[in-house]
């Protein structure tokens, strides 16, 4: 395939991806106004023991809104291969020429670009509000920071995905994943609380690392270090991500969708 | 006369505890479900707990622990009532159950409650889940001052969501983008329904004490823990939670019978 074509199918499917989304502008409004909800509501309870102020407020409410995308974004390729197999078209999807990688980053970057235009709707008054001018600013870098961020979990996503080829009961894994990537993304707590390995393998995972540099950015305080493990993260958790979902699609390809 | 009387109401509770053994069934035919709810359970109480850390609150005392595992089920309560039940109603009327139901001679009411009651199974095993994982992760032992009360508490709570999702559901079916209406209010009718306990401050007092809805929630946590929270007698609090409930169920019955006319009169629910 030249690759004139391969980037109007891409393009194809990210508009097609993006008519299905725009269907739910409602959808689209809970992304804005959710993790005010969230942290407003934390905040309530947590004044009930302690002061808490501005600061503590910005960098959770930056927490909840890096849970939010990052639980969007690792559920999104199962999301959709599961709809896919539910309307009967898993199959003949597969059966198409185009690379199922190709149709799965596709719908993924579509939703990269609301999780991100989301992060930057919602963070544009508590920002503003809190830093001035000068955060808004701080907001253009910390936008690049997420969409690279988004693209490791992108890759357990796409491990998710073949999982979910295999399995009946998405529901009840996405539950679970759900839970563990809130608990184990670190963006609303600090790591000293916890027991030594757990906290190693929260700041293995990319949620904690996306969320240090992007809160270190929005703060003024620069780059993080934490960036160096973000890349890394995302090379690791992509090719993670491609050879899980591979080998489980070509065992799929055999032995047909169950 | 008598006997007649008597053959409607077995009718009636036949068709109610027909409908409660198909949703007991519906409940259990996934038990993959089941067990991923078991197991992010403990998991999102360790997340609510660590942010309150995040927060800087740095010591709960057993009290606060035994209100946040009464805090944690009320909200459990609100949280399946409006999604399992009151979405399920809506995924109904959308794939035309509720549409069949009416073409098959049933009322749409008596269905409702039967399915409903059969969540009750669900409120309990949430009960055990949530008793447990503060077990294990904070060491507290469910207090039970009161058990009769906590029962019967439990029993109103679970009558009023049952007509207030009922309620939700009809109101709200024909909007394209419920769902995003059931986040909302998934946060805001717990605050008005007695979710948050009245000790922390004088304002949740006062919504406590003004808000009919929040009497069955409230009861239950008094109950449990045997502190007065709102300084009103519990026959009051029993009294009111009654005649809201009443009030309710009396509310939920017009509009279900509303909305069953424009089915029969048009035969569509929704826009789908």
Not at chain 1, 75 to 89: H, K, M
Not at chain 2, 61 to 72: G, K, N, R, T
Request: aromatic letters at 10%; charged letters at 10%; glycine letters at 8%.
């Amino acid at each position: 395939m030249r690759i004139t074509n391969r980037v109007s199918l891409f393009w194809a499917i990210m508009i097609n991806e993006f008519k299905i989304i725009s269907r739910e502008p409602g959808g689209l409004l809970i992304l804005i106004i959710m993790p005010y909800l969230v942290a407003g509501g934390m905040a309530a309870m947590a004044s009930f023991f302690t002061r808490v102020n501005g600061v503590d407020f910005i960098r959770q409410f930056i927490g909840f809104e890096i849970i939010m995308v990052s639980v969007i974004m690792v559920q999104t390729g199962a999301r959709f291969l599961n709809e896919e197999r539910s309307g009967g078209r898993l199959e003949a999807l597969m059966a198409t020429p185009v690379s199922m990688y190709m149709v799965l980053f596709a719908t993924s970057i579509v939703m990269v670009l609301v999780n991100v235009g989301a992060y930057v709707v919602a963070s544009l008054p508590i920002v503003y509000g809190t830093f001035g001018l000068s955060g808004l600013v701080r907001l253009i870098p910390s936008m690049i920071i997420v969409i690279v961020g988004l693209m490791p979990l992108y890759g357990i996503g796409l491990a998710l995905a073949g999982l979910v080829i295999r399995i009946r009961d998405v529901d009840a894994l996405m539950n679970v994943v759900t839970s563990l990537i809130t608990v184990l993304s670190g963006a609303t707590y600090p790591l000293y609380v916890l027991p030594k390995w757990i906290s190693a393998v929260v700041v293995a995972m990319p949620m904690y690392q996306l969320y240090q540099s992007t809160l270190s950015i929005i703060m003024g305080g620069g780059v993080s270090a934490l960036i160096y493990g973000l890349a890394a993260s995302t090379v690791a958790y992509l090719m993670l991500g491609v050879f899980t979902y591979g080998r489980i699609e070509k065992s799929v390809l055999k032995a047909g969708i169950r | 006369m008598v006997g007649l009387r008597r053959v409607c109401l077995r009718l009636v509770l036949g068709k109610i505890v027909l409908e409660f053994e198909r949703g007991v069934r519906v409940l259990f035919s996934k038990p993959a479900e089941n067990i991923a709810f078991i197991i992010s359970t403990p998991l999102w109480l360790a997340f609510f707990i660590l942010t309150l850390r995040g927060y800087g609150v740095i010591k709960l005392s057993s009290v606060d622990l035994q209100l946040f595992l009464w805090v944690a089920y009320a909200f459990s309560l609100y949280t399946t009532w409006l999604w399992a039940f009151g979405h399920g109603i809506m995924d109904e009327g959308y794939d035309g159950v509720l549409e069949y139901i009416l073409a098959g001679g049933e009322d749409l009411l008596t269905h409702f409650i039967g399915w409903g009651l059969s969540l009750v199974t669900y409120e309990l095993m949430d009960l055990v889940v949530i008793a447990g994982s503060f077990a294990i992760l904070f060491n507290t032992r469910v207090s039970l001052i009161n058990p009769p009360l906590l029962a019967l508490s439990l029993v109103l709570v679970t009558l009023e969501l049952l007509f207030i999702s009922v309620i939700y559901s009809m109101l709200v079916i024909k909007l394209r983008s419920n769902w995003v209406i059931t986040n909302i209010i998934q946060f805001i009718l717990p605050t008005l329904g007695g979710l948050i306990p009245g000790e922390v401050n004088n304002y949740v007092e006062a919504i406590n004490k003004y808000s009919p809805i929040a009497y069955p929630v409230i009861l239950m946590r008094e109950s449990a823990l045997g502190i007065n929270e709102i300084n009103v007698s519990i026959t009051t609090q029993l009294a009111y939670s009654l005649f809201t409930i009443l009030a309710l169920g009396a509310l939920a019955w017009v509009i279900v019978d509303i909305t069953t006319a424009r089915l029969r009169r048009s035969g569509q629910l929704s826009l789908y």
